[in-house]
């Protein structure tokens, strides 16, 4: 979810591109990293439909504080769209296996230090905006939901708010300490000592092994360290990164194979709610694994190169859907209801037109603070972190 997709000039050759530009020449090359790029708006658009999935869950998929805005809850809003709905909150699954393909991409062939300037100076600036811009809508008079305590709200400026127990200002922002806790594995692992397919496949094994372990421990510092309950999916993230570098690696395929298997049973047994009869929604297994193996094969796709332009159309505004993608994430959800109350409950307009207008709103407002906020702060911030003495 908070990934931004790098270029073709700052990505690593894969393995074909050396082979075949060993044995044909330059030109070659270029032509395979231009079927690369294709790919990666694909990856965009991936990205922008998982964080619609978990829209649609925020709206109209869940009880809770989204009924305040509504007036009732969202089962009687969408009596056929909220059984769907129920199932968008996979997008954050789809999400990690997104970021275990790009962390991976992003973080071959660089130093600590770059890596480090890379992911900070990418989440952050549209992270601190959302979270002062949330916070002052939330203090307004006229918003019938809570801010949170001034001091709260500034512990969340380090993101650090979940394990120091402050409140949340974001309600998505404890996907981005999971993914603060994956980087961390990421660059002491693998960054530090220098990305090659060895090391990351030991990475891989060794953290799908701990992560087990610590399952059967049950011993909190280590689930806090190794996530067993989420690692499955940037394990699989990034063995699909070495199926794009080598669709023939059999320990890439197997890393991609092991980690769906242990995925979905962790989805499955965090999201199954057949037994409750008071839940909101009743998913099936059925569904839950389907929506998982739909991650992991739309991101195998793009691995193996099946969305590039051979086949299919060269869609330059996925680019555009990729850059809104983070912002939208970011605030979709609380500033989300507040415009669904005011559309619905104070203009009176319709449910389905309140949930088309309250879906464009947030993305405009994405595209204002991609425009306004990370295209002028993210490239500084980053030469700034980057600068060595």
């Not at 811009?133 to 400026?157: H, I, K």
């Not at 692992?189 to 060895?198: F, H, K, Q």
């Not at 669709?247 to 395929?253: G, L, S």
Request: charged fraction near 15%; glycine fraction near 6%.
């Amino acid at each position: 979810m908070t990934e931004t997709v790098v270029s073709t000039s700052e990505a690593p050759a894969h393995r074909e591109d050396r082979e075949v530009g060993e044995v044909h020449g330059v030109p070659e090359v270029r032509e395979v990293r231009e079927v690369r790029e294709v790919r990666l708006r694909a990856l965009d658009g991936l990205r922008l439909l998982a964080a619609l999935m978990v829209a649609v869950y925020h709206y109209a998929g869940r009880g809770g504080d989204v009924t305040r805005a509504w007036g009732s809850s969202p089962r009687l809003q969408f009596p056929t769209l909220h059984q769907f709905a129920a199932y968008g909150c996979l997008g954050f699954q789809v999400f990690f296996v997104i970021s275990g393909f790009v962390i991976c991409m992003s973080g071959w062939g660089r130093t600590l230090q770059s890596f480090v300037a890379s992911r900070v100076s990418r989440l952050m600036p549209a992270y601190w905006v959302a979270v002062l811009l949330v916070t002052a809508v939330f203090a307004l008079p006229s918003v019938v939901y809570e801010a949170v305590a001034p001091s709260d709200a500034l512990v969340n400026l380090t993101l650090l708010q979940q394990p120091l127990g402050a409140d949340r200002v974001l309600g998505v922002c404890w996907t981005l300490w999971v993914e603060i806790r994956f980087y961390a594995l990421f660059a002491v692992c693998v960054v530090l000592p220098g990305a090659n397919r060895r090391r990351v496949v030991m990475f891989c094994a060794g953290w799908t092994l701990a992560a087990a372990l610590a399952q059967a421990a049950h011993e909190p510092l280590l689930d806090l360290v190794l996530m067993p309950e989420y690692a499955a999916f940037f394990i699989g993230g990034i063995g699909l990164y070495l199926v794009h570098r080598d669709r023939r690696d059999a320990y890439a395929w197997a890393i991609v194979v092991v980690s769906f298997l242990i995925g979905q049973h962790y989805a499955v047994r965090d999201l199954w709610n057949a037994s409750d009869p008071d839940a909101f929604a009743h998913r099936t297994t059925l569904g839950i694994v389907g929506v998982v193996a739909f991650g992991f094969v739309a991101v195998a796709a793009i691995a193996l190169g099946r969305l590039n332009r051979d086949n299919r159309p060269n869609w330059r505004r996925l680019t555009v859907a990729g850059a809104l993608t983070y912002p939208f994430y970011l605030v979709h959800e609380h500033l989300g209801w507040v415009v669904i109350r005011s559309l619905h409950r104070g203009l009176h307009l319709p449910s389905a037109a309140t949930f088309a207008l309250t879906l464009t709103s947030m993305l405009l407002l994405a595209w204002l603070l991609n425009r306004f906020v990370e295209k002028p702060l993210t490239p500084r911030l980053r030469t700034a972190l980057s600068r060595t003495k």
